[in-house]
Each structure stands twice: as C-alpha cells, then as structure tokens.
C-alpha cells in the first residue's frame, strides 16, 4: 500500500497545488480557461496520439472490453437516475448527475497514473474506455437531460439535444487524437523526426498541466458556489462513482472470464482502475453549458477527487 501511494502522491499533490494556487489566488481564475484550453486542444490531443499510434490497434479495437465498460456504465447511469431523481432533481440535474457518476477522469487523470502503475501497455485499454464514455454515454445523458422540456415537443427535443451531443464529440479534438493515432498505429506510421519531436514534447506537458488545471477548476467551481447544499444531493453519487461502479466492472468482468469470452486478468485490471478514477472535471463544464446545477456537480467532482487518494490507491493494492 505504502509503494502505491508513493506512485500516486505525486498526482494528487498536482491536483492539491492547482486547488491551492486558484484558492489562494496565485493563479487568476481568469487564467484558467486558458490552461484548460492548453490541456484540452493541445498537450492532451497529442499524448493520446503517441499512446494510440505506439499501441497495437487490436487493442483500441477490443468489443469485448468496450462492451463491458459500456454494459457497467448504462447500468451506473441507470441507477444513479433511479436514486437521484425527485421533485427537486429533475431529469436534467438527475441526468448530468448520472453522467459524473459514470464518466472517470481518464484523460487528465486516468491516463498517465495507470500508464506509470502498470506501464505503456494498459494506456490503449484507457483509451478505448474514453472513447466510449465521450461517444455513448455522455450522448446518452445529454438527450436525458432534455427530457423536462419534451412533453410538448415529443422526441424532438431528445433527437436535437442527442444531435447536439454528437456535433459536441465531433469538435472535441480528443476522439480525433485517439482516432488518428489508431491510424497511425494500423499502418505503422511515424511522423516526420522535428513534428514528432514536437508533439511528443506537448505530450509531455500534457500530465502535469492537465493535474494542475483540475485542481484549478474545482477551486474555482468551489468559490463560485452561489448557495448551500445537502450532503444527500452530492455523497450518493459520489459513492456510485468510487464504489459501486469499480465493483461493478469487477464482478462483470470476472463473470465475463468465467464464461471464457476472452477477457484477460490484466486487461480487467486496467477497466476496473479506470472505473476507480474520480469523475471527470469536464462534465462540470457540459452542466453548466445545459443549464443542469453546476454547483452539485462540482461537489461530486470535488469530492471524488479528494477521496479518490485512499480509494484509487486501495484498489490498485488489492488488484496488483
């Protein structure tokens, strides 16, 4: 336990140093849309890149795991609708709710902590988790969340808010990185010697700036909270997030090796921890552009990622 959290320290202390500077105002809120626009257009595009096109494409192909994942996470989106939905939580709050209970950190986060715990090797197996959690189920729960104003419209409103979701996707460079590198990978592709001492150099940028802005944005997310809140509208899902959906893809998957469909122990490995990763920063960002409470969910984010420290640890202790 001990060797894990001296692995790990180092990611979370990134985070704590991005949440203290915003806090303390060392950082300028104002700077942090650009840091994040760093990450998100420049320095993370190109990591996953080099992790896609250094990977073997059977494994940025692999249904079996993607079904899995996907099967885990409709059933977290589900269940966190089911327990979250009130008079008060309505289909919007209930729906965004949901995604951050389903959606890990993995591209900030997820990436290079289980690159450095189990080596270059469990990185394509991430990636493919990404793809589904930023093409499924992210649509998923953003045509849900349009389903308090479609009583008048019928399905219409679904269908142009499932349309908006994809043309979101479609203009998210990150798909497009894995999708290039992928490419690249098939065909045994190398970049130019002085373009790829270029974006490998971005690509190792993109970890430390990448721990340090999501720190930033909860500090931020935190200092703009404009009222109070139960605890009962954020731990649950929290717990969803930490909890139940890691056992969740645990027990799915050691079903899935009994019945011999395929799936490795190592492999399951990389799922599971993937699942045991705090909720991603940037569903905060898609609540507050659909208009859900953005202050919940930065609560969610906020609390996983602190508690995500002992809990992410502990779960590589017991499965390594």
Same mark, same amino acid.
């Given at each position: 336990m001990l060797q894990v959290l001296l692995i790990t320290f180092p990611f979370f202390a990134l985070v704590l140093a991005g949440y203290l500077a915003a806090r303390r105002r060392l950082l300028p809120l104002e700077a942090i849309p650009g840091l994040n626009g760093f990450v998100l257009f420049f320095a993370l595009p190109c990591m996953l890149y080099r992790f896609g096109s250094t990977t073997p494409i059977a494994q940025l192909l692999d249904a079996q795991v993607a079904g899995l994942y996907l099967l885990c996470g409709l059933v977290v989106v589900a269940a966190t609708i089911a327990v979250t939905l009130n008079a008060r939580i309505r289909w919007n709050d209930a729906a965004f709710g949901a995604l951050v209970a389903a959606f890990p950190n993995s591209g900030f986060m997820g990436v290079p902590l289980i690159v450095a715990l189990l080596g270059d090797a469990a990185a394509g197996t991430v990636i493919l988790t =990404?793809?589904?959690?930023m093409v499924v189920?992210?649509?998923?729960?953003?045509? &849900?969340?349009? &389903?308090?104003?479609?009583?008048?419209?019928?399905?219409?409103?679904?269908?142009?808010?499932?349309?908006?979701a994809l043309r979101g996707v479609l203009t998210n460079p990150m798909p497009w990185a894995i999708g290039l590198g992928g490419v690249a990978s098939a065909w045994a592709f190398r970049l130019p010697g002085p373009v790829e001492k270029t974006v490998w150099l971005l690509a190792d940028a993109a970890s430390p700036v990448a721990l340090f802005t999501i720190g930033a944005v909860l500090a931020?997310?935190?200092?703009?909270?404009?009222?109070? =809140?139960?605890?009962?509208?954020?731990?649950?899902?929290?717990? &969803?997030? &930490?909890v139940v959906h890691p056992l969740l893809v645990l027990g799915a998957g050691l079903v899935a090796m009994r019945l011999g469909l395929g799936l490795t122990s190592a492999t399951l490995t990389v799922v599971v921890l993937t699942a045991a990763l705090p909720s991603a920063s940037n569903v905060s960002l898609l609540a507050e552009r659909f208009g859900a409470d953005n202050g919940r969910i930065a609560r969610i984010i906020l609390v996983t990622t602190a508690v995500a420290f002992l809990t992410f640890s502990g779960a590589v202790t017991l499965l390594t």
């Open positions: =990404m793809v589904v959690d189920t992210s649509s998923l729960c953003i045509a &849900l969340s349009r &389903l308090d104003g479609a009583q008048g419209s019928g399905g219409a409103a679904v269908f142009a808010a499932a349309r908006k931020r997310a935190q200092m703009t909270a404009n009222h109070p =809140m139960p605890v009962s509208d954020y731990l649950p899902v929290a717990v &969803l997030k &930490l």
